[in-house]
């Protein structure tokens, strides 16, 4: 999916039809709707805690609480391997909402851990130096609307920008009962890394290439892409040979 779309007319860019200037301003114009939205919800949260000033610091993900509990139990199951999301921990504080506010910021906490006190500050001046420093993109297609890009394209969006790297783990590979080959797959795309896996269904073209693939012992280490394009160039000239 092409993740530029215009704010007037809803049509669809793909990343490299822009030049690297305008791909520039269209990060930056995201990273400050980022901490547009991020301010109001800080905002919100220190209205909470102004409500209950006993739940500061009480409502954090639940694996932060499994890290930072002292229950004797609850370190057992840490130090026997029990996944996070499976440790249960004991009664804590509740607060009830009293408004809708209330359990969207509840929400929020459970699933952002921060310094409140220390993140503020910093967002607020990102807000209050405003976008007028950013140079907004318009729309080839209506050449009235802003370009942007949104939170659900935006790996997308720089996965088409900047630099990437991908390496495959042949060993690390496993199948379905209808075939279907997972390869355990990492990258990185500009300083992010990735970490996931290449899925390859037998209905797909390269599914000979791929079941071939991990099963030759030479192939059995951590690879980079320019060395599995080369053998997926070769077994093509391989399998023409055959024909």
């Known amino acids: 999916m092409s993740p530029i779309i215009c704010r007037a007319c809803g049509t669809r860019f793909p990343a490299k039809q822009f030049s690297q200037a305008e791909c520039q301003s269209l990060k930056e114009l995201h990273y400050f709707d980022e901490a547009v939205a991020e301010f109001a919800m800080l905002r919100k949260v220190e209205a909470f805690f102004a409500r209950?000033?006993?739940?500061?610091g009480k409502i954090n993900p639940h694996f932060i609480d499994v890290l930072d509990s002292e229950d004797p139990e609850v370190q057992e199951q840490m130090c026997s391997g029990v996944p996070f999301d499976e440790i249960e921990l004991p009664e804590k504080v509740v607060v009830v909402p009293r408004m809708?506010?209330?359990a969207e910021v509840i929400d929020y906490l459970q699933h952002h851990h921060f310094d409140l006190q220390a993140r503020?500050?910093?967002?607020?001046?990102?807000?209050?130096?405003?976008r007028g420093h950013i140079a907004t993109v318009k729309c080839p297609h209506c050449r009235a609307g802003e370009l942007h890009v949104a939170e659900e394209n935006f790996w997308e969006f720089q996965s088409q920008t900047e630099e990437s790297s991908t390496f495959y783990w042949p060993e690390w590979h496993s199948l379905d009962d209808?075939?279907?080959?997972?390869?355990?797959?990492?990258?990185?795309?500009?300083m992010s890394?990735?970490?996931?896996?290449?899925?390859v269904k037998p209905q797909q073209p390269e599914y000979s290439f791929w079941r071939w693939f991990v099963a030759q012992p030479e192939h059995q280490h951590l690879m980079?892409?320019?060395?599995?394009d080369q053998i997926r160039v070769a077994y093509g000239s391989m399998a023409k040979q055959s024909n």
Do not use: C, N, R, S
């Not at 500050?121 to 405003?130: D, E, R, T």
């Open 224 to 228: 980079g892409d320019e060395e599995f």
């Open 52 to 56: 209950h000033p006993y739940a500061e």
């Open 100 to 102: 809708a506010e209330d």
């Open 120 to 130: 503020l500050p910093g967002i607020a001046q990102a807000v209050a130096a405003g």
């Open 178 to 190: 209808d075939g279907t080959l997972h390869v355990k797959t990492t990258g990185y795309v500009g």
């Open 193 to 199: 890394h990735w970490t996931g896996e290449t899925t």
